[in-house]
């Protein structure tokens, strides 16, 4: 069965600094994988996926992902945090009926 | 192009009651889910639809239930509402081609209190 974990509840980064938030999956099929933003009390919005081309993804926002197949990885990182960027983050694989698993969630701080 | 509109945004229901989140896509999407979000918890799926007439059961369906009348259309009902269903619904839509461009399509999201 799919599953999807994120290291790490909490990550708080000074402005500037570089960001990166975990994401481990397990997946009996090559999988899908998905990043998604929810700031504060709204929806969730996609910032990029991984759907079997390039490892390397780039998504809105100045957001990137690696799809490190030896590793279960699909780790998110941004060179540079800005104070827009505080917003909790859910990484998601797709099962092989389309459905989504999600995360357990990480909440970005960004501090001044 | 409106895409998911859930309502309503925020509820507080009394322990017992019943009460409808009503979910509407306008993209024609034949896949629709609902999920429930709690903190620390993530997103959990509670049921989702591939099409009108077709339902299942995801992970946490317990004291829901759902129906699927028309392709547009996908409402959740609490009929006995109870404190643990306090929580931050989210409706959701795709199809297979929007599956793998788009991911999912969500709504704003419908805040439930239950007291």
């Known amino acids: 069965a799919q599953s999807v974990t994120q290291l790490g509840s909490h990550v708080s980064v000074s402005e500037g600094a570089l960001v990166l938030l975990r994401c481990n999956y397990s997946s009996s099929v090559p999988p899908y994988l998905f990043w998604y933003v929810q700031y504060p009390n709204q929806g969730l919005q996609l910032l990029l996926k991984?759907?079997?081309?390039?490892?390397l993804v780039k998504g809105i926002n100045g957001f990137e992902a690696e799809f490190k197949k030896s590793e279960t990885s699909f780790h998110l990182t941004k060179p540079s945090a800005h104070m827009r960027d505080a917003a909790e983050y859910f990484c998601?694989?797709?099962?092989?009926?389309?459905?989504?698993?999600f995360g357990q969630g990480t909440t970005l701080q960004v501090k001044p | 192009n409106a895409g998911v509109t859930q309502t309503p945004k925020f509820r507080i229901l009394k322990i017992g009651q019943s009460m409808t989140l009503q979910c509407t896509q306008d993209?024609?999407?034949?896949?629709m889910y609902w999920y429930r979000q709690d903190p620390g918890m993530g997103l959990k799926l509670i049921y989702y639809s591939v099409g009108a007439g077709i339902t299942d059961k995801g992970e946490v369906p317990n004291g829901y239930n759902v129906s699927r009348s028309t392709t547009e259309d996908f409402p959740l009902r609490l009929e006995l509402a109870a404190p643990s269903q306090t929580s931050v619904y989210f409706c959701?839509?795709?199809?297979?081609?929007?599956?793998?461009?788009?991911?999912?399509?969500f709504g704003s999201g419908t805040r439930l209190t239950v007291v």
């Open positions: 991984y759907t079997s081309a390039a490892t």
């Open positions: 998601a694989v797709s099962d092989p009926g389309g459905k989504l698993i």
């Open positions: 993209m024609n999407h034949n896949y």
């Open positions: 959701a839509s795709s199809s297979p081609t929007d599956l793998i461009n788009y991911g999912y399509t």
